[in-house]
């Protein structure tokens, strides 16, 4: 069975500071990871995802995340957030091969000028 | 681009009635999944198609079934209403072997009354 912790339900910013979101997961077995964004009134969005490779991922709109295999994280960062990045942020985890995928229970990002 | 529709974005029924929630996928994906997300509790798995007429139960399956007879639509049935079940329901599909990448609808807000 899988898990996903994102300890941090509301984590507020000023704009243009930096910002991570914290998660970690458990599995038995070697993962696939995602970070979904969901802005306001709308449906999920893939933000990034890591299947294999360089452990340092990116997104087009500034995002990265580091998959770290030791300490079972996969913790979303950005350098300088914009009003425009106030979402809710989902971590979610697969097992290699399986259809399903486990979220965390979400973090909320609220950035203020 | 990739387009999940789900017949309504808001929904007030009262208990004890049959409610079906339609979602359609155009990009011919093999896999589609019912969701439901509530605050502090992220997104649970209701139960999900991995082909016409294949359904698996998720993780919070009572209370609900599913059809998929067609490959594009999935829809997911509440027998009989109840207040518990107010809450968002996103659909989301997948292609079989695109690791596990889901593509959402924008959801259905449901209230029972």
């Known amino acids: 069975a899988q898990s996903v912790t994102q300890l941090d339900s509301q984590v507020p910013v000023f704009e243009e500071a930096p910002v991570e979101l914290r998660c970690n997961y458990s599995?038995?077995?070697?993962?696939?990871l995602f970070w979904y964004v969901q802005y306001p009134n709308q449906g999920l969005q893939l933000l990034l995802k890591?299947?294999?490779?360089?452990?340092l991922v990116e997104s087009i709109n500034g995002f990265e995340a580091e998959f770290n295999k030791s300490q079972t994280s996969f913790h979303l960062r950005k350098p300088s957030v914009h009003i425009s990045d106030t979402a809710e942020y989902f971590c979610?985890?697969?097992?290699?091969?399986?259809?399903?995928?486990?979220f965390g229970t979400g973090t909320q990002l609220k950035v203020e000028l | 681009d990739v387009k999940v529709t789900q017949s309504s974005r808001y929904l007030v029924k009262r208990t004890g009635e049959k409610v079906f929630l339609e979602c359609v996928q155009d990009?011919?994906?093999?896999?589609m999944f019912w969701y439901r997300q509530d605050p502090g509790l992220g997104l649970r798995l209701i139960y999900f198609?991995?082909?016409?007429?294949?359904?698996e139960k998720g993780d919070i399956p009572e209370g609900y079934s599913v059809s998929r007879e067609k490959k594009e639509r999935f829809s997911l049935i509440l027998e009989s209403a109840s207040t518990n079940q107010t809450s968002m329901y996103l659909c989301?599909?997948?292609?079989?072997?695109?690791?596990?990448?889901?593509?959402f609808g924008p959801g259905t807000r449901l209230t029972v009354l």
């Open positions: 989301a599909s997948s292609p079989r072997d695109h690791y596990n990448e889901q593509f």
């Open positions: 599995s038995s077995v070697s993962v696939y």
């Open positions: 890591y299947l294999s490779g360089s452990t």
């Open positions: 979610a985890v697969t097992g290699g091969g399986g259809n399903k995928l486990t």
């Open positions: 990009m011919d994906h093999e896999n």
């Open positions: 198609s991995y082909d016409v007429k294949m359904k």
